[in-house]
């Protein structure tokens, strides 16, 4: 269904946004933790095909197929590939540095990403609170 107005979100969707964040961000410190035990690559590869089961068994219960003749499949196969490469590198990069640097690194990429969309789509532009509020923390970190 498409989108035909924006509206601001509500306690509910940022809670469960900083909810979110908050779990996934704990990901890698406990790939970081248990390292020693399985490796975080092994670790990951596991995360991955347990969501690629659970994710087989949803499509099954609500009677959904999966077409290759939709002109999909090369799309879906590169962000896969970009997706594994992602993976690789996180998995690879926690065994030289901390679970903190990882998830700075990881996570903060997708503000870049809203901040640097207004280039490509005007109509994105971002409104001037969360500018500033990003600004304004950013200012106060250390540098690294």
Same mark, same amino acid.
């Given at each position: 269904?498409?989108? @035909?107005?924006? $509206?601001?979100?509500?306690?509910? &969707?940022?809670?469960?946004?900083? #909810? ?6 704990? $990901? $890698?410190? *406990? ?6 035990? /399985? &490796? %975080? /690559?092994?670790? /990951? ?7 690629? *089961? ?5 499509? !099954? !219960?609500?009677? =959904?197929?999966?077409? *290759? ?7 879906? +196969? ?7 490469? =992602? #993976? +690789?590198?996180?998995? =690879? ?11 700075? #690194?990881?996570? @903060?990429?997708? /503000?870049? *990403? ?9 109509? =994105?532009? %971002?409104?001037?609170? %969360? ?6 923390? !950013?200012?106060?970190?250390?540098? #690294?």
């Amino acid at each position: 269904m498409p989108v @035909t107005s924006r $509206q601001a979100l509500d306690t509910r &969707a940022s809670s469960l946004m900083l #909810f979110l964040c908050a779990l996934w961000g704990l $990901q $890698q410190v *406990v790939l970081k933790a248990t390292a020693a035990d /399985i &490796a %975080p /690559i092994m670790q /990951i590869a596991l995360r991955c095909g347990a969501a690629a *089961v659970l994710l087989s068994l949803w499509m !099954w !219960w609500r009677k =959904e197929r999966m077409r *290759v003749d939709d002109g999909t499949l090369r799309p879906g +196969l590169l962000v896969a590939s970009l997706f594994a490469v =992602e #993976f +690789l590198l996180l998995g =690879e990069g926690l065994r030289h540095t901390s679970a903190a640097h990882a998830v700075v #690194f990881l996570y @903060t990429a997708p /503000i870049f *990403v809203a901040l640097g969309l207004h280039l490509k789509l005007p109509s =994105e532009r %971002p409104s001037s609170g %969360p500018v500033w509020c990003f600004s304004r923390c !950013w200012s106060r970190l250390p540098a #690294f």
